[in-house]
């Protein structure tokens, strides 16, 4: 089972959250990725909290931060969004619209990567979960 | 891209030189596999081990990863609509 990881999901194993780290020590090398859409967002994040004014110390945490997702990305391949993954938005967008669910813009996005890519998406978004083997790529949707 | 590099004979065993940019410390425990087409794989037999090792590095300097800021992921609403019969309105250049 190969699995797409949600910029949650990356900011939870970057806090060390258990539930997350353990998932990722049992992993078979390779199985795991992220969209560059995720990659994107957390690199902005990044930059937006080391943009703001901080001391010396909290300069030095934002540095463990750094390098702290440079080594988890070691481990990830970071997934290019492509044609597929657009024909996948639009049908998945569609289903979204009929079942009359509203899915932020970029959750969509990612949603439609995983479709298009076939893996399961892990995420924590309750409006993701809902997505679950709904909308036309039946893509799988879990949470850890 | 594939690295060139020769085998070398190491006691009874067959030993290859892995460039020290592929990151493997001495004593790494690996995982040896053979595709069909005879293709060496080396795989890393514990995931994620330099985040892990990383972590622990940055404990011992007295920072845990655990208790930094979590990251503000902000959403960016639901998508645009597009009406692709109607013109979109031209923007005035100044």
Redesign the interface.
């Known amino acids: 089972m190969t699995y797409l990881l949600d910029?949650?999901i990356v900011?939870a194993?970057?806090?060390?959250d258990r539930a997350v780290?353990s998932k990722?020590?049992?992993?078979?090398?390779?199985s795991a990725a992220i969209s560059a859409l995720t990659y994107a967002?957390?690199r902005y994040?990044?930059q937006?909290?080391a943009s703001m004014p901080m001391s010396k110390s909290r300069q030095?945490?934002m540095a463990?931060?750094e390098?702290?997702f440079d080594?988890?990305m070691?481990?990830f391949d970071v997934l290019a969004w492509d044609r597929e993954a657009a024909e996948a938005f639009a049908a998945e967008?569609i289903a979204c619209a009929a079942d009359g669910e509203?899915?932020?813009?970029?959750?969509?996005l990612i949603l439609a990567h995983a479709a298009s890519t076939r893996r399961v998406l892990v995420t924590r978004d309750a409006a993701l979960q809902r997505r679950n083997r709904k909308g036309p790529h039946r893509a799988a949707v879990i949470s850890w | 891209m594939p690295i060139p590099t020769k085998s070398f004979q190491n006691g009874r065993s067959t030993a290859v030189r892995i460039p020290a940019e592929f990151g493997i410390k001495p004593g790494e425990e690996l995982l040896l596999s053979q595709d069909p087409d005879g293709t060496v794989r080396v795989a890393r037999a514990k995931p994620f081990a330099s985040f892990f090792a990383a972590v622990e590095r940055m404990r011992a300097e007295g920072f845990d990863p655990a208790t930094f800021e979590p990251l503000q992921i902000t959403k960016w609403g639901p998508p645009r609509e597009v009406d692709l019969e109607r013109p979109q309105p031209r923007r005035k250049s100044k």
Do not use: F
């Open positions: 910029s949650n900011s194993a970057m806090l060390m780290t990722l020590a049992e992993l078979e090398p390779g967002e957390i994040g990044l937006r909290m030095q945490e463990k931060r390098e702290l080594r988890l070691d481990h967008r509203v899915v932020d813009v970029l959750d969509l």
